[in-house]
């Protein structure tokens, strides 16, 4: 059964009384409302609890643990970056519209810039050893709560200007927002499906798949792929047997959320039944990263309910006490049973500084590895940009910020984060840091504010390219924002490309499937 549904332009240009109730114009474009008023009155119940615990409870709870922590201008700065950013994600999980990248964004500060930073300063332990001055480590903590106050510039700037509707084109006649072309979509999910087997082949069969990271990472170094000096091989195979698979599973996901003809055809859902196998071979969480796999979960979730209001502010609430408690723990499966490290614990937040949360401690040292070089004005950057250039070409080409770091420092494990600071850092210094985050908060509550309409009845329907960009985006913002960009560019580049050769800008008619 078809029905027609008119575009948010035509609606917008519609008469007051032809508008649908939940419709409310905004410079020129609908927008959806606001939640209702008893979501209202339930928020306003959970404030204050909510706003005491991630700003007031925990910090104090963490400041009263025992320890060799100097309580000095880092401390204190810690202390308010960490106060800010609770705040600010009590205020995403309580705001009325869902901002899913904004909350995102919050989420990691409020954990990986604010409360395991914050534990390492009382405690008197870093993840990894801090070389520098005590200063360094002091500008490294203003600058995070510099950029921070840049990002909600940026924001704010955002929200003050109204979304311009498209104007007609040639490439985008009807004005209308991209959608996936039907065909070029099933060509997608061919693609997942041959691109992953070569994958999985490559690497040995499935079996592989369901061991450890640590076998997976030398089976790839016995492939072949890997050339000396040189990853751009394996990532290339290793991002196209991943992403498509991922973005094909999504769109149907979205389908059969989103459209009542979708659930009533056979075909789509057994097509979705065998994507859905696929990720579980090629994206599951023992054979990936944990960052990929949380990616994978959280671009899942929110297309599969792209408007509960109650699972994005589950998400948010949730992740906090996952970040704390489980994520330390869920690196079960990196290595073997031989070379597994076992996990001892005394304090739930010995956790923070003793495994994963380096992030606050390595902006420190970049900031210390700057000042004995000077800043590269956009070089690293650029070798970002240009990650998929390799390096028998580019001879000069940068390495991770994070790898030269820890070169630097004279350390053996050189897989550490850089994050998204400390690469605005290395190339601009703190113009680049407060410049950058504000572009990123700007660029970022605008996708946030289109996304709203994306899902909305109003949006371009189950076919929507934003409607799964925007969850994907959302999930790959701890990537982004962890570091090195160098290492996170390549699947991201791949998820572009596949969106872009399926987008359209067409009008697929006046007649929307549901």
Not at 205 to 213: A, E, I, K, Y
Request: proline letters at 6%; aromatic letters at 10%.
């Amino acid at each position: 059964m078809t029905s027609v549904h008119t575009s948010a332009q035509e609606q917008a240009a519609a008469p007051a009384v032809a508008r649908p109730e939940w419709a409310r114009a905004r410079g020129g474009v609908l927008e959806p409302p606001e939640q209702p008023i008893a979501w209202s009155m339930l928020s306003r119940a959970l404030s204050v609890p909510l706003i005491l615990g991630l700003v007031c409870f925990l910090p104090a709870v963490i400041a009263a643990q025992p320890g060799g922590g100097v309580r000095d201008t880092a401390y204190w700065l810690q202390l308010v970056l960490t106060c800010y950013a609770g705040a600010r994600l009590a205020t995403m999980i309580l705001s009325t519209r869902r901002r899913l990248l904004q909350g995102v964004f919050w989420m990691f500060v409020y954990i990986a810039m604010g409360v395991a930073p914050f534990a390492q300063v009382v405690i008197g332990q870093t993840p990894t050893p801090m070389v520098g001055p005590r200063q360094d480590l002091v500008t490294a903590i203003a600058m995070a709560l510099v950029g921070c106050a840049a990002f909600d510039l940026g924001a704010l700037l955002a929200s003050r200007r109204p979304l311009r509707r498209r104007t007609p084109s040639k490439r985008s006649p009807g004005g209308g927002p991209a959608v996936a072309h039907p065909l070029r979509l099933r060509l997608l999910v061919l693609l997942a499906f041959g691109a992953s087997a070569f994958y999985v082949l490559k690497l040995g069969g499935p079996s592989v798949f369901f061991s450890s990271r640590q076998e997976i990472n030398e089976t790839v170094a016995a492939s072949g792929v890997v050339s000396e000096g040189s990853n751009v091989g394996s990532a290339f195979i290793k991002g196209f047997g991943q992403v498509p698979a991922l973005l094909a599973l999504l769109f149907y996901t979205r389908r059969l959320a989103t459209s009542y003809r979708a659930r009533r055809t056979p075909s789509t859902a057994l097509v979705w039944v065998a994507l859905v196998a696929l990720n579980l071979v090629v994206n599951n969480p023992v054979s990936n990263a944990r960052y990929w796999f949380l990616t994978v979960l959280l671009a899942f979730v929110f297309t599969a309910f792209p408007s509960s209001a109650a699972i994005y502010r589950t998400v948010l609430a949730t992740g906090v006490v996952g970040a704390l408690v489980v994520f330390p723990y869920a690196d079960k499966f990196r290595y073997d049973d031989e070379g597994q490290r076992p996990a001892q614990s005394a304090s739930v937040f010995e956790p923070l500084v003793t495994k994963d949360y380096d992030q606050m401690v390595m902006f420190a040292n970049t900031i210390s590895w700057v000042d004995t070089r000077g800043h590269t004005y956009g070089r690293q950057l650029t070798g970002s940009a240009l990650f998929f250039v390799p390096r028998a070409v580019w001879s000069g080409k940068p390495e991770d910020t994070g790898v030269r770091v820890g070169q630097w420092m004279g350390l053996r494990m050189t897989n550490l984060s850089a994050p998204l600071w400390a690469e605005f850092w290395v190339d601009f210094g703190a113009s680049g840091v407060i410049g950058g985050l504000a572009v990123i908060g700007y660029a970022v509550a605008r996708t946030d504010r289109r996304y709203a309409l994306a899902v909305t009845r109003a949006g371009p329907g189950p076919g929507s390219v934003l409607a799964i960009a925007a969850p994907l985006l959302a999930g790959y913002t701890f990537i982004l924002l962890r570091g090195p960009l160098l290492q996170a560019a390549g699947k991201l580049a791949i998820a572009a490309l596949c969106l872009l050769l399926i987008s359209t800008f067409k009008e697929q008619g006046a007649v929307r499937r549901r």
